[in-house]
Every structure is written in C-alpha cells, then in structure tokens.
C-alpha cells in the first residue's frame, strides 16, 4: 500500500467530523429524542458521508481511502475469500480452544436486545452500517496517515483506536484485537478498503448468527 494518502489536513478535518457527531449523539440520547440504535445508525451514516466529502474535497480524492470506483468488484471477491480464509482460521482456533478447556462462544456471543423492531435496527446497525463507517474511518483514514511511518505503526495506531472505540466489559476484547489486526493486513496488502468492508461484515454477520443459535 502506496503511504502518505492521507494527510493531517485531512486526518484533523476527519477526526473533528466524528468528536462533533458523536457529541451530537450523546446530547441526542441524553434527551431521549429517539431510540439509541435510530441515534447512532444515522449517526454512522452521516459520519461516513463527512469522511467521504473532506477526502473529496479537501484530501486526494476516495481512492486515497481505497475506494476506487473501478476496483470496488474486485475488493469484494477479494474479501470473500479472506473471509473465507479467516474463517477456517478461526474454526480451526475454536477446536483446539475447545479442546484446551475454554468455550471460545465466550469471546464471540453479543447481547441481542429485546423486541423485533430493536434487534432489526441492530442487525442492520452493527452488520452493514457500523462495518463500513468504521473502516471508513480506522483503517481509510486512521491507518492511512501513520502508514507513512510503517506498516506496524499504522496497523498498532489503527488497531488500538479500533479497540478503544468498542465497549470493553470484561478482559481483553479478542475479536476487536484478531478484527483489528486482520482488517489492517487486509487493507495493506490488498490496497482496497471493499476487502476489510467484506471482513467486517461477514465476520459480524458469523457472531450474529452464532449468538442466534446458541
């Protein structure tokens, strides 16, 4: 991946758009206008719409974030089959966790909420919204700027803000930790942002439906 795409110029306009939405969205649900998940899906959509306008704009245009229009297929079928790679990885995984003594459902399993509406909005949120505004962001924007400084300091900067930006409950939250590194290596090596976009969002959809069954 070519280094330098993203400039400070860009990263500060970027940055600046995401804290003034997500105070938008802390004033919104402290005020109970509407339901959380509504608050915070419109909330990602309207931040990838700023990212998107400031790398047009002001920066080097969408293929800096590698969304090249004319390469968006190719990430896809690429993506599938990381995902398809990563998913034999992490089955293999669970067997010898499994046979060590540790339930690695643990580590995957999300909360569904109650009611059909809400866990509609959340299936949509958390599968294809959140995925796309979040590699948008890490690993376009955040991972693009410190590239210029190596390929580990982009994917350590890329990949700890990643992890800072979910809830952390209990323990080391390993998929953000194995999703984190894995989106990077993806978007290093393949140089589209569609291959972590795919990622994201098979793996979100793999949780879901474990969470579902068990």
């Known amino acids: ?3 330098g795409k993203i400039d400070v110029k860009t990263l500060c306009a970027a940055v600046a758009a995401i804290i003034v ?66 998913g034999v990885i992490a089955g293999i995984s669970f067997v010898i966790l499994s046979l060590f003594g540790f339930n690695p459902l643990d580590m995957i399993q999300v909360q ?9 909005m959340y299936i949509i949120i958390s599968v294809f919204i959140g995925p796309v505004a979040e590699e948008v962001f890490f690993r376009g924007i955040i991972y693009g700027f410190f590239r210029r400084w190596g390929i580990i300091a982009a ?14 409950i209990r323990g080391v939250p390993i998929p953000q930790v ?31 439906i474990v969470s579902l069954i068990f």
């Open 1 to 3: 991946m070519e280094a």
């Open 21 to 86: 939405t997500e105070l938008l969205v802390v004033t919104a649900v402290s005020r109970d206008l509407f339901h959380p998940f509504l608050i915070l899906g419109i909330a990602r959509i309207v931040e990838t719409a700023l990212i998107m306008a400031i790398v047009v704009k002001i920066g080097n245009g969408v293929s800096s974030i590698g969304l090249n229009p004319s390469e968006l297929t190719v990430g896809f079928k690429r993506g599938l089959i990381w995902s398809v790679g990563f």
């Open 112 to 120: 569904l909420p109650a009611g059909i509406g809400v866990v509609m």
């Open 155 to 168: 994917l350590i900067a890329s990949s700890l803000l990643f992890i800072l930006a979910h809830s952390v």
């Open 178 to 208: 194995v999703g984190g590194i894995v989106f990077a290596l993806a978007y290093e090596i393949e140089g589209s942002l569609v291959v972590p976009i795919t990622i994201h969002i098979l793996g979100n959809i793999a949780m879901l």
